[in-house]
């Protein structure tokens, strides 16, 4: 059993910064890519950053120079640095993980809960 358990949101005045962390846990083989989408009231999910194994990075263009996602494959984890944090940024963030079990082929998608994000003074 593989599972994605997100920390770190929260409260947020506009300007401001937190960092989202997301651990993958269970009989993993590898992890491919991982990545951070967000849902915001009213909205469809949309992909905010995506980090591949290799290390490769990309950003939805809304947040470039602003976030930072990075992994520790160490640790099956990935983070989302956010800074100069707006209100356009409420919603909330799921994180995103392309994993092999162990045994199992071929690889599967796996969604943690959502942890929520919100941008208000």
């Known amino acids: 059993q593989v599972q994605l358990v997100e920390s770190g949101g929260g409260l947020v005045q506009p300007g401001g910064s937190l960092r989202l962390s997301c651990v993958a846990s269970?009989?993993?083989?590898?992890?491919?890519?991982m990545a951070w989408y967000r849902q915001a009231p009213g909205k469809q999910r949309e992909l905010v950053a995506v980090?591949?194994?290799?290390?490769?990075?990309n950003y939805a263009d809304s947040v470039k120079g602003r976030f930072t996602i990075s992994r520790d494959n160490a640790k099956n984890t990935v983070y989302l640095q956010m800074h100069s944090l707006e209100p356009e940024d409420t919603a909330v963030y799921y994180c995103?993980?392309?994993?092999?079990?162990?045994?199992?082929?071929?690889?599967?998608?796996?969604w943690g809960q959502g942890t929520q994000v919100s941008v208000s003074s």
């Open positions: 269970g009989t993993i083989s590898s992890i491919n890519t």
């Open positions: 980090a591949t194994s290799s290390g490769s990075t």
């Open positions: 995103y993980a392309n994993i092999r079990a162990v045994g199992t082929q071929p690889n599967s998608v796996y």
